[in-house]
């Protein structure tokens, strides 16, 4: 049973990771190197955390973009 648990959990985390992917892709920052990848989301990390109203500005960003997604 434990091994069912194990299994499943590491296919969910398997999806995560994909669409996680998917979203820098979408971005448009697929060939763009990992360091800078990993730097602009530390440092939005960080803006959010300490603005409310740039997390809600980058909220609205994200939300039109996938309202642009064609069906």
Known sequence: MAKVMTSD?????A????ELGGLI???GLR???RALLLGMLIDATARIRGDDSERVRLT???AEAFGHDPE
Do not use: L, M
Request: proline residues 0%; hydrophobic residues 35%; aromatic residues 6%.
């Open 15 to 18: 999806r995560e990771k994909i």
């Open 60 to 62: 609205a960003i994200g």
């Open 25 to 27: 892709v979408k971005a």
């Open 9 to 13: 959990a590491r296919k969910k985390d």
């Open 31 to 33: 060939y763009e190197k």
